[in-house]
Nanobody, 123 residues
Framework: QVQLVESGGGLVQAGGSLRLSCAAS????????MGWFRQAPGKGREFVATIFWSGSSTYYADSVRGRFTISKDNAKNTVYLQMNSLKPEDTAVYYC????????????????WGRGTQVTVSS
């Protein structure tokens, strides 16, 4: 099994920045890709960004491309999400996920999930 723990969320004004971290433990050798999803109250789970664990290929949702950057440190078993130029619509609980599925933008491709970290962007 794999355990994921997110951190780094908080309150920030529009235009500000935050960096989220996701620490993985357990059978991390089984991970093919990792990703970030978010969910706002009353809304469904939304794809944000993904990165392949064995390489550096990345993909972003249109809503965050150019503002967010996903990166990783394999030695530390940690994935990061650098969020710049934050907007109020970025407010959500952000979840880290790890999996072995074929489509990294699809929630069903991920087997393991963190409990989430709250990001709130004020106007």
């Amino acid at each position: 099994q794999v355990q994921l723990v997110e951190s780094g969320g908080g309150l920030v004004q529009a235009g500000g920045s935050l960096r989220l971290s996701c620490a993985a433990s357990g059978r991390t050798f089984s991970i093919i890709h990792m990703g970030w999803f978010r969910q706002a109250p009353g809304k469904g789970r939304e794809f944000v960004a993904t990165i392949f664990w064995s390489g550096s290929s990345t993909y972003y949702a249109d809503s965050v491309r150019g503002r967010f950057t996903i990166s990783k440190d394999n030695a530390k078993n940690t994935v990061y999400l650098q969020m710049n130029s934050l907007k109020p619509e970025d407010t959500a609980v952000y979840y880290c996920a790890a999996g072995r599925g074929v489509l990294p933008t699809t929630p069903t491709s991920y087997e393991y999930w963190g409990r989430g970290t709250q990001v709130t962007v004020s106007s």
